[in-house]
């Protein structure tokens, strides 16, 4: 649920969430930080400072970090759907415009913290603030090599509304991902 509390079995420490508000450096220092630790670096924006301090400013987008007492382990930024055809359209076709829709851009969770049920908490968070925003709609275009697409469809099973296999995400190194719409 989201807004709960979530035990780390090993530490016993608390993994939480938190919604960002506007722009600041330590917020983009985290976010910064976890795209390293997270993805290879081709898959890393070549403009990273620039482009989240715009996200950040960007009071239309949801930015969630998780947190494990005061560390920050976790993000989710989620965006307007629309807002991402442009770019997007050129390595889908099938992206097609949806309004009163989030599209989850990004989830980054440290490797080392992995398993422990925090990208579930990311995306319910985000699902609770666009509901907050009278949005129940979403989209991602999920990896499949990692197994977020499962995640995904496991957390909103019998909510799932589309579902398409796409063979060579380029913004993916060329891995196989499926682009998934669900609703809350």
């Not at 509390?5 to 993994?15: K, P």
């Not at 629309?82 to 390595?91: G, N, P, R, V």
């Not at 599209?103 to 985000?126: D, F, H």
């Not at 469809?153 to 019998?158: A, E, L, Q, T």
Request: hydrophobic fraction near 35%; include cysteine; charge should be negative.
């Amino acid at each position: 649920m989201p807004g709960k509390e979530m035990q780390h079995a090993e530490r016993n420490s608390l993994i939480e969430t938190k919604k960002l508000t506007g722009y600041s450096e330590k917020y983009l220092a985290d976010i910064l930080m976890l795209e390293k630790k997270c993805f290879p670096a081709e898959w890393q924006y070549e403009d990273a400072p620039e482009y989240y301090k715009k996200m950040l400013e960007n009071p239309e987008n949801i930015n969630i970090f998780l947190k494990e007492d005061a560390e920050t382990i976790g993000y989710l930024l989620a965006r307007p759907h629309d807002s991402e055809i442009e770019e997007l359209k050129k390595y889908d076709p099938g992206f097609k415009e949806k309004v009163e829709t989030f599209y989850i851009e990004t989830i980054q969770v440290l490797p080392k913290k992995k398993g422990l049920g925090g990208g579930k908490k990311l995306l319910l968070s985000a699902c609770e603030e666009a509901g907050k925003l009278g949005i129940w709609k979403f989209s991602i275009h999920a990896r499949t090599t990692n197994g977020l697409n499962a995640m995904v469809k496991k957390i909103f099973d019998g909510k799932i509304t589309e579902v398409r296999e796409i063979k060579n995400w380029q913004p993916g190194g060329g891995e196989p991902y499926e682009y998934l719409e669900w609703e809350t």
